[in-house]
């Protein structure tokens, strides 16, 4: 991984608290032409029919300020202009912003795009479920669906309801029994019913519940992933480890190294400034948290010590452990689950883009990735990020193996590929003017993609892949 142009080690004097100089440009690393990114044609299809949903949960896109979203349908003319990368697809999930059974072409997709797809591929989407009774589930899997993901926050009806605004969770279970009804009267044992748990503080204890719940009622797989907070209120109920996997290890190291020579760092912030005023203590402490971050930066390790003084190990730990459990019950189950990272990973990988993922919303607009779909705004801890829509064409103007091959799109693509991207979350000169504008142009590697800071890039969310 390349090294930026300022260091984490100039943090421990005044510099803390100022500005970047300007990046310079670095020269790019190959990158493996085999790649499925880079083929002729997408290997996954990721296809909005939809944002008009039936429900209005609060910790979704669509409720919070700056989206800009505007409402729609897929049309039939849009979906036949992929006709070109169905024969080569893997598979296509017909899911986005809204809710998929809101269509009312939903089953006129499937079966145009399993006429044309590989026998082995397939094609999903995720729902709240809601309006999913046997009529509609026979309906959709003799069109040829071949799996569905049911959002399940909780098992308690009440949390449920507070969850999922306008849902009631004897609903779902009304969902999964015409789903296994239609599984059985179709002759289709090969069809898959999965969850959604998006994982929060208020109810991580629920996960193993809900696999159990689950997995009674037909379900084959579980994805879990955690709250991405679109509003302030809801970062509090985040329950991911900001720091990454390697700045704990080391801080973890450093700091079992100050308890055992007396030192304690948690008040470094405040004293780090007091250059006339400190207590010979006070200077070993602030020398010693340098010391530490000289050595983050000999190893390519992003250290912000802030959030390393404000971690909770016992709730990491709790995370750490309920995940364990909740592996070790699927195992038990028999269901094939899907696990978050308890921290940001620190070899980070696009799970879409190098899968050969592409992603078009109900106007035809084609996009690289679930992070860069829609406009909105979010929060990584307490701090704002603004997420611009990234489009590299319309289906009304181009073909889409035209814009899946254009210059840009592949650039693009082959950017993200070589994953020399900084760890932003985890930087001491946070907020950044380059990753917290409204308008990203480059971060402080001179890249153009805003990968540094993604959720999904660090491992943080999962989605229907």
């Known amino acids: 991984m390349r090294k930026p142009t300022w260091s984490i080690a100039n943090l421990s004097n005044t510099t803390l608290t100022g500005s970047k100089p300007k990046a310079a440009r670095i020269p790019p690393a190959p990158v493996d032409q085999s790649q499925p990114a880079l083929l002729p044609s997408p290997s996954k299809l990721f296809v909005e029919t939809t944002t008009y949903c039936n429900l209005q949960c609060s910790m ?56 044309l797809m590989p026998r082995d591929s397939w094609i999903g989407f995720q729902s709240n479920g809601l309006l999913l009774d046997e009529k509609r589930a026979i309906s959709l899997l003799e069109a040829g669906l071949d799996r569905i993901c049911i959002s399940v926050d909780s098992v308690s009806p009440e949390t449920f309801s507070v969850v999922r605004e306008g849902g009631e969770l004897k609903d779902i279970d009304r969902a999964f029994s015409a789903l296994n009804n239609a599984r059985e009267r179709c002759g289709r044992p090969d069809f898959k019913i999965g969850i959604e748990f998006v994982i929060m503080r208020d109810n991580l204890h629920e996960l193993p519940s809900v696999l159990r719940w689950a997995a009674s009622r037909g379900a084959n797989f579980a994805i879990t992933s955690h709250l991405l907070p679109y509003a302030p209120a809801f970062v509090k109920n985040a329950a991911y480890e900001p720091n990454t996997e390697d700045a704990i290890r080391l801080f973890e190291s450093w700091r079992k190294r100050a308890e055992a020579e007396g030192i304690d760092m948690s008040d470094y912030f405040r004293t780090a400034f007091l250059r006339y005023s400190r207590t010979p203590e006070q200077d070993r402490m602030v020398a010693f948290v340098r010391r530490m971050m000289d050595d983050a930066r000999s190893r390519d390790i992003f250290l912000n010590v802030e959030l390393l003084l404000q971690r909770d190990p016992t709730w990491y730990n709790q995370v750490e452990a309920t995940f364990a459990g909740a592996q070790k019950i699927a195992d038990e189950l028999g269901l094939d689950i899907r696990l978050p990272a308890v921290a940001p990973r620190s070899d980070r990988t696009c799970d879409f883009l190098e899968a050969g993922g592409v992603f078009v919303s109900w106007d035809g607009k084609v996009h690289p990735c679930y992070f860069l779909w829609h406009k909105y705004i979010c929060y990584f801890t307490e701090r704002k990020k603004h997420v611009v829509t990234k489009s590299f064409g319309s289906l009304a103007d181009e073909g889409i193996l035209e814009i899946w091959n254009s210059a840009p799109y592949r650039e693009f693509r082959e950017e993200v590929l070589r994953h020399e991207y900084p760890f932003c979350a985890n930087c001491n000169l946070i907020p950044c003017e380059y990753l917290y504008c409204e308008e990203f142009e480059q971060d402080c590697y001179t890249n153009t993609v805003p990968c540094g800071d993604c959720f999904w890039c660090m491992g943080l969310f999962n989605c229907m892949s």
């Not at 989206?67 to 979906?79: R, V």
């Not at 697809?89 to 009312?104: D, F, H, R, T, Y």
Request: aromatic share 8%.
């Open 60 to 115: 979704c896109m669509k409720q919070t300020m700056g989206s800009e979203l505007k409402e729609g349908f897929l049309t039939m003319e849009t979906f036949q202009a992929l006709d070109p990368a169905f024969p080569t697809a893997e598979s296509l999930v017909l899911s986005g912003i809204g809710e998929p059974l809101l269509c009312n072409r939903l089953e006129d997709f499937i079966r145009h795009a399993r006429g």
